[in-house]
T-cell receptor
Framework: GAGVSQTPSNKVTEKGKYVELRCDPI?????LYWYRQSLGQGPEFLIY????????DSGLPNDRFFAVRPEGSVSTLKIQRTERGDSAVYLC????????????????FGPGTRLTVL | GQNIDQPTEMTATEGAIVQINCTYQ??????LFWYQQHAGEAPTFLSY????GLEEKGRFSSFLSRSKGYSYLLLKELQMKDSASYLC?????????????FGTGTRLLVSP
């Protein structure tokens, strides 16, 4: 079946603009995660959804970042007033459930959206 | 918080064996993952350890020692396609066990 898909694959914007990044998780996966990966670094957690609700948004760097998942499937990451420091690859992942302590709960990653803020 | 350390870069020869180490510090350890990431692509799952010991899966094996906060990924019979970054990630019950906390990754270059 289809994996996690993300659109656009590349986004170039100007400082101060608003952007939306979209994630389509694997069908039937209830848990969805957003990560951000800067060059030469590992992915950094941003937010986790269980169903429609944001169960953990502790990784969002500031109030310019917001994410929604209104129907429990597709999610949109929204960044207001973009800054050059927001340039990174934004990765989305999904897993079958939110998992429980000690469970496997593999996260499947999408190819990412490369965001460049000029 | 967590502190995860991996070597930045390693080189090895085709057909050889390589061991990539990862050390971590967490207050509520709840599992360690290894992911492979080719340049410009998504991370893909390799292994999961939550109990001490060795997990073997084909050419790849992963080891965990919880008392030492230490794991390694062992790659045997290296192939050119194994050139990639290898990411160590942990889950921590005390900081939200759903999210993965990643190290910076180890870039492995396999040469002929």
């Amino acid at each position: 079946g289809a994996g996690v898909s993300q659109t656009p694959s590349n986004k170039v914007t100007e400082k101060g603009k608003y952007v939306e990044l979209r994630c389509d998780p694997i069908s039937g996966h209830t848990a969805l995660y957003w990560y951000r990966q800067s060059l030469g670094q590992g992915p950094e957690f941003l937010i986790y959804f269980q169903g429609t609700g944001a169960a953990d948004d502790s990784g969002l760097p500031n109030d310019r970042f917001f994410a929604v998942r209104p129907e429990g499937s597709v999610s949109t990451l929204k960044i207001q007033r973009t800054e050059r420091g927001d340039s990174a690859v934004y990765l989305c992942a999904s897993s079958l459930t939110g998992g429980t302590s000690g469970s496997y709960n593999e996260q499947f990653f999408g190819p990412g959206t490369r965001l460049t803020v000029l | 918080g967590q502190n995860i350390d991996q070597p930045t870069e390693m080189t090895a020869t085709e057909g050889a064996i390589v061991q990539i180490n990862c050390t971590y510090q967490t207050s509520g350890f709840n599992g360690l993952f290894w992911y492979q990431q080719h340049a410009g692509e998504a991370p893909t799952f390799l292994s999961y350890n939550v109990l001490d010991g060795l997990e073997e899966k084909g050419r790849f094996s992963s080891f965990l020692s919880r008392s030492k906060g230490y794991s390694y990924l062992l790659l045997k019979e290296l192939q050119m396609k194994d050139s990639a970054s290898y990411l160590c990630a942990v889950r921590d019950l005390n900081t939200g066990f759903q999210k993965l906390v990643f190290g910076t990754g180890t870039r492995l270059l396999v040469s002929p």
